[in-house]
């Protein structure tokens, strides 16, 4: 069983009070050789908003030496775990969650955007402090 991150609780809070129920907690990848832990999996109730929608989330804090190798490891990490989800579970979309300074102070650099474009990353900015979702990005 993987380690939580650091804004785990908060991101979950967050979901919940945005009128997500959340079904894992770790959500597990398994998909032959490969097994796997994303941080959680949601799904919004049919009336909602998001109707039916299910998701996969994996919580990034960004709190390393440098914002960029944290990047670097949380883009590789979302690509392999979104390649096994769409091959075991595709009603499910995967997102990364961060926190709403991380996105504003380096998720708008242009070279962090060119990445998230070409690599059609979905996010999740969370204010850790309110436990609150800010935007969701698709």
């Known amino acids: 069983m993987p380690a ?14 945005d009128g997500w129920t ?3 907690d770790p959500y597990f990848i398994k998909y032959e050789d490969a097994e796997l832990y994303a ?6 109730p049919i009336a909602a908003e998001r109707q039916g929608q ?25 690509i392999v775990y979104r390649k096994l989800i769409q091959l ?5 979309k995967l ?21 998230i474009n070409e690599n059609h990353l979905l996010l999740i900015v969370v204010n850790t402090q309110k ?3 800010r935007q969701w990005i698709s």
């Open 4 to 17: 939580k991150d650091i804004y785990h609780n908060e991101v979950k809070n967050a979901l919940i009070k």
């Open 22 to 24: 959340i079904t894992d």
């Open 39 to 44: 941080d959680l999996a949601a799904e919004k």
């Open 54 to 78: 299910k998701i996969v989330v994996e919580i990034k804090s960004f709190v390393g030496k440098s914002l960029m190798y944290d990047f670097h490891n949380a883009l590789g990490q979302y």
């Open 88 to 92: 075991t579970e595709p009603e499910y």
């Open 95 to 115: 997102y990364l969650a961060v926190d709403d300074v991380v996105y504003e102070n380096f998720f708008q650099r242009k070279s962090v955007q060119a990445v």
């Open 131 to 133: 436990e609150e979702i």
